[in-house]
């Protein structure tokens, strides 16, 4: 089982990988209309629709109506939602570092560049708000 299944499977044994996608996406960009939301997964709307049902019936979202548009929902995280992201972020993060912290420090050091490539190459911030949490290499 993977990293980031077993931090899920350690907070909540039910969400399934596509879902936890789901309620990152929603923490990151707050309340979003089902269309957004299908958009940011790739996915049609009739599957965001069911994905969010069975996100709503196990209390991590909520759905309301958008006050621009009667015929449009809005979905937001609900505080359990947000707890669950939460924990299970943090327990990625101390995996991470437990498997950093097993390896040589010159593995390490190579490690530093290659990330910091990688993430110059997908055009991410290497340093600053995000990063906080993950371990200094």
């Known amino acids: 089982m993977g990293l ?3 931090s899920i499977a350690h907070v909540d044994d039910t969400i399934t990988i ?3 996608r789901t309620l990152v996406i929603l923490s990151t960009r707050g309340p979003v209309k089902i269309a957004v939301l299908a958009t940011e997964l790739g996915v049609q709307p009739s599957t965001a629709t069911r994905m969010v049902d069975r996100l709503v019936a196990a209390e991590l979202l909520d759905r309301k109506p958008n006050p ?3 015929r449009e929902q809005i979905i937001e995280l609900t505080e359990r939602g947000r707890t669950v992201v939460r924990e299970v972020l943090a327990r990625r993060r101390d995996e991470i570092a437990a498997v950093v ?3 040589p420090a010159h593995d390490r050091a190579g ?3 290659g990330l910091t490539a990688f993430s110059a ?3 991410e911030s290497v340093a600053g708000p995000g990063n ?3 371990p200094a290499l």
């Open 4 to 6: 980031s299944a077993r």
């Open 18 to 20: 596509p879902q936890f």
């Open 68 to 70: 621009h548009s009667r």
């Open 101 to 103: 912290a097993r390896m």
């Open 111 to 113: 490690l530093i560049g």
């Open 121 to 123: 190459a997908g055009g």
């Open 132 to 134: 906080e949490g993950y």
